[in-house]
């Protein structure tokens, strides 16, 4: 069993920043979401277990960065020039393998959640 607790998020101005952090009970590939009203969960990016590959979504590409601290069992997602569009709730998802999944099918374990808000 893997528990995630997530940290971050909250209101911030379009073009501004926000750190979201996910802290696992054990090493593990994760990934972040995110699930806006109306709208399906998306996949943001994500991050092999030894943090040697990550994936973007188009739509985030050059603006977040995920990274990870295997010592802390940590994964952060630094999010830049977050637009109004980027408003969602984000959650970290985890699963007991080497690489990264990219749909939500991929993974066993959830986070709370966490709202981003992007104000115009």
């Known amino acids: 069993q893997v528990q995630l607790v997530e940290s971050g998020g909250g209101l911030v101005q379009a073009g501004g920043s926000l750190r979201l952090s996910c802290a696992a009970s054990s090493g593990v590939a994760m990934g972040w979401f995110r699930q806006a009203p109306g709208k399906e969960r998306e996949v943001v990016a994500a991050?092999?277990?030894?943090?040697?590959?990550?994936y973007y979504a188009d739509s985030v590409k050059g603006r977040f960065t995920i990274s990870r601290d295997n010592a802390k069992n940590t994964v952060n997602l630094q999010m830049n020039s977050l637009k109004p569009e980027d408003t969602a709730i984000y959650y970290c998802?985890?699963?007991?393998?080497?690489?990264?999944?990219?749909?939500?099918?991929?993974?066993?374990?959830w986070g709370q959640g966490t709202q981003v808000t992007v104000s115009a």
């Open positions: 998802a985890a699963r007991e393998s080497l690489f990264y999944g990219t749909t939500a099918y991929d993974y066993k374990y």
């Open positions: 991050i092999r277990r030894d943090g040697a590959g990550t």
